[in-house]
């Protein structure tokens, strides 16, 4: 088990820059990936941006060259930096951790979001 906290959402204008952070409740060495997934009203929860424990990234097209998924071991932290922000943006911010575990099922924690909000 894993608790996911997120924060730094927030209210921005249009082409600003926010940094989202997600901290774990225990060491995220061993999860396998770790993701950052949004949901704008009326749509479906789409992912932004993942990264593995071996630190490969894969970005939605959608935000791709102006974000930046991390993460720090050492602080259990999984960061967001997003960066040219556009209203279309606007959503809640969910972090995911997920893997396999040692029977090989996939598992899955999610945090409890954190609304960004881009004003044009």
């Known amino acids: 088990q894993v608790q996911l906290v997120e924060s730094g959402g927030g209210l921005v204008q249009a082409g600003g820059s926010l940094r989202l952070s997600c901290a774990a409740s225990r060491s995220i060495f061993s999860i396998n990936g770790m993701a950052w997934y949004r949901q704008a009203p009326g749509k479906q929860r789409e992912l932004v941006a993942s990264i593995t424990s071996g630190g490969t990234t894969n970005y939605a097209d959608s935000v791709k060259g102006r974000s930046t998924i991390s993460r720090d071991n050492a602080k259990n932290t999984v960061y967001l930096q997003m960066n040219s922000l556009n209203p279309e943006d606007t959503a809640v911010y969910y972090c995911?951790?997920?893997?396999?575990?040692?029977?090989?099922?996939?598992?899955?924690?999610w945090g409890q979001g954190t609304q960004v909000t881009v004003s044009s």
């Open positions: 995911n951790a997920y893997g396999r575990n040692g029977f090989g099922l996939r598992y899955d924690y």
